[in-house]
């Protein structure tokens, strides 16, 4: 035991080196090695809810190494992976996307405020393409911009167990966005998109927009608080709307969509048959434009809910919209369920 102590007092990247030549070599050292780990760190793991969360973290790496083992040498049977709030620095999340690779116990990986940039982007997005286990990946407030995007959406290109991903908060554009929906034309089993908070403008609105005209798997995309998009690039979601048969949810909600966008939005929604739920809350939508949604509610027999407020829709504009529509839940003051 004392020779296994001495171990922390290497390099942390030679100590992540013998750790993982031991796996290989000696389960009895390694269990050693762990326990050691253990002791000095007791915090930092914790079980919560069928799940890894990190905590206290140190500025050195020997926790993320403690992390490897678990994840990748099959210790923790545990199903989600939480970071939240921590500061990972990018050599840690090599470490652990190495572990993440051949892992086949994790189903969600959280990143939620770890301020990952785009190198940390391109080690998640390598792991991407071998693991055949994680079905959500949520990464939000974030420094990822354009190039980790790109690598992201050549990983979705290859990947077909992921599910749900999330990318929020963070600093990509047109070209990341582009990418990423050029990989949504041909990805088999991403049903859930938030890309909300971004800095998507028109090119990458227009590649979405392309993309939900050919995808048939998504169902669940959320474009809120990108604040370029304006009529122009609702019209383009309006025409993918009039094709696509399987989105069932959509966010716009805190954008700058005036009355001429959503006319060319309400004129979808009248031949749309598969969207449940649209959200438009704090947008530039006045009485004109609500009149020509209350039109459009007569003709459209699958809107379950819509979310209106904080507009400049007057409440008998919103109550006539919902007469027009006997089934349709409407997001008035007083009576909001957002």
Request: charged share 20%.
């Given at each position: 035991?004392?020779?296994?102590?001495?171990l922390?007092?290497?390099p942390?990247?030679?100590?992540?080196?013998?750790i993982e030549?031991?796996?290989f070599?000696?389960?009895?050292?390694?269990?050693?090695?762990?326990?050691?780990?253990?002791?000095?760190?007791?915090q930092?793991?914790?079980?919560?809810?069928?799940?890894?969360?990190?905590?206290?973290?140190?500025?050195d790496?020997?926790?993320?190494?403690?992390?490897?083992?678990?994840?990748k040498?099959?210790?923790s049977k545990?199903?989600?992976?939480?970071?939240?709030c921590?500061?990972?620095n990018?050599?840690s999340?090599?470490?652990l996307?190495k572990?993440?690779?051949t892992?086949?116990t994790?189903?969600?990986l959280?990143?939620y405020?770890?301020?990952?940039?785009?190198?940390?982007?391109?080690?998640?997005a390598?792991?991407?393409?071998?693991?055949?286990t994680?079905?959500?990946?949520?990464?939000?407030?974030?420094?990822i911009g354009n190039?980790?995007?790109?690598y992201i959406?050549?990983?979705?290109?290859?990947?077909?167990?992921?599910?749900?991903l999330?990318?929020?908060?963070?600093?990509?554009?047109?070209?990341?966005t582009?990418?990423?929906?050029?990989?949504?034309e041909t990805?088999?089993?991403?049903?859930?998109l938030?890309?909300?908070?971004n800095?998507?403008?028109?090119?990458?609105i227009?590649?979405i927009?392309k993309?939900?005209?050919?995808?048939k798997?998504?169902?669940?995309l959320?474009?809120?608080?990108?604040?370029?998009?304006?009529?122009?690039e609702a019209?383009?979601?309006a025409?993918?709307?009039?094709?696509?048969?399987t989105?069932?949810?959509l966010?716009?909600?805190?954008?700058?969509i005036?009355?001429?966008?959503i006319?060319?939005?309400?004129?979808a929604?009248?031949?749309n048959?598969?969207l449940?739920?649209?959200?438009?809350?704090?947008?530039?939508?006045?009485n004109?434009?609500a009149?020509?949604?209350?039109?459009?509610m007569k003709?459209n027999?699958t809107l379950e809910?819509l979310?209106l407020?904080r507009?400049?829709?007057?409440?008998e504009?919103?109550?006539a919209?919902e007469?027009?529509s006997?089934?349709?839940t409407?997001?008035i003051?007083?009576?909001?369920?957002?």
């Amino acid at each position: 035991m004392d020779d296994v102590r001495r171990l922390i007092h290497l390099p942390e990247e030679l100590l992540f080196i013998i750790i993982e030549y031991l796996s290989f070599q000696d389960c009895i050292l390694l269990h050693e090695v762990n326990k050691l780990l253990n002791s000095i760190f007791p915090q930092i793991i914790i079980m919560k809810n069928k799940g890894l969360e990190m905590n206290f973290i140190n500025k050195d790496n020997l926790h993320i190494i403690q992390f490897y083992h678990l994840i990748k040498f099959g210790i923790s049977k545990q199903n989600k992976l939480n970071f939240c709030c921590n500061e990972i620095n990018s050599t840690s999340i090599e470490i652990l996307s190495k572990a993440i690779e051949t892992n086949t116990t994790i189903k969600l990986l959280s990143f939620y405020r770890t301020i990952m940039n785009d190198k940390g982007a391109i080690v998640i997005a390598k792991a991407l393409k071998i693991n055949n286990t994680l079905i959500e990946l949520f990464i939000s407030h974030s420094l990822i911009g354009n190039n980790g995007a790109i690598y992201i959406a050549e990983a979705l290109k290859i990947n077909n167990t992921l599910i749900e991903l999330i990318i929020s908060h963070s600093l990509i554009g047109n070209k990341g966005t582009i990418e990423i929906a050029k990989a949504l034309e041909t990805n088999p089993t991403l049903t859930k998109l938030m890309f909300d908070n971004n800095k998507i403008g028109d090119k990458g609105i227009l590649a979405i927009a392309k993309a939900l005209e050919k995808n048939k798997k998504l169902r669940e995309l959320n474009l809120s608080c990108n604040l370029e998009i304006y009529d122009k690039e609702a019209k383009l979601i309006a025409n993918a709307l009039k094709i696509n048969t399987t989105l069932t949810k959509l966010d716009l909600s805190n954008n700058n969509i005036g009355d001429e966008g959503i006319k060319e939005i309400a004129t979808a929604l009248a031949i749309n048959t598969a969207l449940k739920i649209l959200n438009l809350i704090y947008n530039r939508i006045y009485n004109k434009g609500a009149k020509i949604l209350e039109e459009a509610m007569k003709t459209n027999t699958t809107l379950e809910k819509l979310y209106l407020h904080r507009n400049n829709i007057s409440l008998e504009r919103i109550l006539a919209i919902e007469i027009a529509s006997d089934r349709t839940t409407f997001s008035i003051p007083g009576k909001q369920f957002f």
